[in-house]
Each structure stands twice: as structure tokens, then as C-alpha cells.
């Protein structure tokens, strides 16, 4: 028997993340990929061709689809999103309402927060913070 999950455009072939603590945690198209290392928080969803992997974690209400990459020790929570073929990796943090699309990368010890918009090709990096809107 097949599942499916709505991500907002209908339903589509979907599953529950199994954590790497043996929790159930949140929806995951078949389409994605998220490695049996990171953690999926029960409210978080991973679409697209979306990948997260190494000991990422996306949790809260985070979202990531698209085509973008989580990996390493990134982290995505809250509220915050990342899509089309934006990037987190490093020990780089995306929370709150944050946003970081298109082919954005943010990397490094880098933090994205509050209403903050990375987009196109831009890079924050090292030690850098983007907050507020």
C-alpha cells in the first residue's frame, strides 16, 4: 500500500523519516533523499529532489525542496525554507523565518535568521549572520 503526503500541491507518493534514534519523524516525498544519518523533525518536510544528509538536521516547521542540499552538520529549524538548488553545509544554520533559494549557498559557520532572503547566487559564509528582514 502506497502513502502519499500534500506538500501543498497535491498529494504525492511519501513517507516518515525514520530518525537516526529509531523516532518517527516528519513527511519525506519519495522523490527526495535524506541519508538514515540525519534527523527529519516530526514537523519538518523534505520534498523535490531535495537531499539531506551527513548528520544534517531539519526540524520545526522547516522545509526543504527543490532541488537544494542539507549535509554535514547543517541545521534548518523553525519556520525557516530552503529551496531550488540553494546549498547548507558546513556547521551553517538556517532558522526562523528564514529564507534561502535559488542557487544560494550559505556554508562555514555562517547563520541565516529571522525574515532574512538569501537568493540567486549568493554566498554567506565564515563567520557571517543575516538576520531580520
Not at 544519518?37 to 520545526?60: D, H, Q, R
Not at 550559505?106 to 557571517?128: I, K, P
Request: net charge negative; proline share 3%; charged share 15%.
Amino acid at each position: 500500500m502506497s502513502t502519499t503526503y500534500d506538500f501543498g500541491a497535491g498529494p504525492v507518493p511519501a513517507h516518515r523519516h525514520k530518525n537516526p534514534d529509531g523516532k518517527l519523524g516528519g513527511w519525506v516525498a519519495d522523490t527526495a533523499t535524506v541519508a538514515p544519518t540525519a534527523l527529519i523533525g516530526e514537523n519538518a518536510e523534505v520534498s523535490g529532489g531535495a537531499m539531506v544528509y551527513g548528520n544534517a538536521m531539519v526540524y520545526g516547521n522547516a522545509i526543504v525542496t527543490g532541488n537544494a542540499k542539507v549535509c554535514d552538520d547543517a541545521r534548518v529549524s523553525g519556520g525557516a525554507m530552503v529551496s531550488g538548488f540553494a546549498q547548507v553545509y558546513g556547521n551553517a544554520r538556517v532558522y526562523g523565518n528564514a529564507m534561502v533559494y535559488g542557487d544560494a549557498q550559505v556554508f562555514e559557520t555562517a547563520q541565516v535568521s529571522g525574515g532574512a532572503m538569501v537568493s540567486e547566487f549568493a554566498q554567506v559564509y565564515g563567520t557571517a549572520r543575516v538576520s531580520r528582514n
